[in-house]
């Protein structure tokens, strides 16, 4: 038997969640698919699949291996398109992941005028907080937020203006004690946002020194959440840390005001990822030459938006003073 095929039906089999739903999608019978599982099993050695009459399972093995076979599926489809070249117009499913909020508000109306332009290609967007292993989970472009470590990984730099930042609502702000230093916010109400800290906020270190500040607070709200954390404090519950474009529209309407200017964290840049030689798959460079323009239009007006932020009052009061 074919190792490669045999492959392709073990991968079908996970995607579908059974061996008979793998026959149906290969147009194959159930016992042909079994014997292409117990086929890679031999080979292995090990026990790739629980089955129950239900529904399949991958043993320990079985998850590594699954792993494996995508990622050699993936690398043969990347040297197929490769070889034929320019013959082949962009097609099949191509699979990005990006973070929930820039993947859900800048790139998905990129991703759906892509799809509008090119018919014969579907995307899977996943939308993930963790970073992805792209080989290993058949990811074809990542869109990162962060300083690359070298890696074998292709980068394209979107933009690089993005930073954590403090907000706060006018109405707060006017009820509350002036926020001058870091260390102000342990007075102040805070809304944890957990992607930026739960119980503490780092900041550079202060002109001259060469430690990173600490602040440690007791939040009023802990979300685990972007949106909510953004609502709360457009409320005027209290003051929360996120980052550049995720509070640029609320700067730039008035809803929010960007406090401590002086203590923001360096800037992080923004790429497109991917595994070494996915840019000659038709679809990706497709996609690559469709979206980076975009992208890149769409970071740079969102931070423009931030920095023309309205100008930080110079006291604020409690009703008490």
Same mark, same amino acid.
């Given at each position: ?213 600490? +602040?440690?607070?007791?939040? @009023?709200?802990? !979300?685990?959440? #972007? &949106? *909510?954390? %953004?609502?709360? $404090? =457009?409320?005027? /519950? ?34 497109? +990822?991917?595994?070494?030689? @996915?840019?000659? !798959?038709?679809? #990706? &460079? *497709?996609? %690559?030459?469709? $979206? =980076?323009?975009? /992208? ?26």
């Amino acid at each position: 038997m074919d190792r490669i095929d045999a492959m392709k039906v073990f991968i079908a089999a996970l995607n579908e969640g059974s061996l008979a739903g793998a026959g149906r999608r290969l147009g194959r019978s159930p016992a042909a698919v079994s014997r292409a599982v117990a086929f890679l099993e031999q080979q292995v050695g090990a026990t790739l699949l629980h089955r129950t009459t239900r529904a399949i399972r991958l043993s320990e093995t079985g998850e590594r291996y699954a792993a494996a076979c995508r990622r050699v599926l993936a690398e043969l489809q990347e040297a197929e398109a490769v070889g034929a070249g320019e013959r082949i117009a962009p097609r099949g499913t191509l699979t990005i992941t990006a973070p929930p909020v820039s993947g859900e508000e800048i790139l998905r109306p990129i991703i759906e005028d892509f799809i509008a332009a090119f018919p014969a290609v579907s995307v899977d967007l996943v939308l993930l907080v963790r970073g992805a292993n792209l080989v290993e989970e058949g990811i074809d472009i990542a869109l990162r937020i962060l300083e690359l470590p070298d890696s074998s990984m292709t980068a394209i730099r979107i933009g690089g203006d993005v930073r954590p930042v403090i907000v706060a609502a006018p109405r707060y702000l006017s009820q509350h004690p002036r926020i001058g230093e870091p260390g102000d916010l342990a007075k102040h109400s805070i809304i944890a946002c957990t992607d930026f800290g739960r119980d503490a906020w780092t900041f550079p270190p202060p002109r001259g020194g060469s430690v990173p500040r600490s +602040v440690p607070f007791r939040p @009023r709200l802990v !979300v685990n959440s #972007v &949106r *909510a954390a %953004l609502g709360a $404090a =457009v409320s005027g /519950l209290g003051v929360t840390r996120l980052l550049t474009y995720h509070v640029a529209e609320r700067v730039q309407d008035g809803s929010l005001q960007l406090l401590l200017r002086d203590a923001e964290p360096p800037a992080r840049p923004v790429n497109l +990822v991917m595994p070494q030689g @996915r840019t000659n !798959v038709p679809k #990706v &460079r *497709a996609f %690559l030459d469709f $979206a =980076v323009p975009r /992208l890149r239009a769409g970071f740079a007006r969102l931070s423009a938006d931030s920095a023309a932020m309205r100008p930080e009052p110079t006291l604020f009061r409690t009703k008490e003073e």
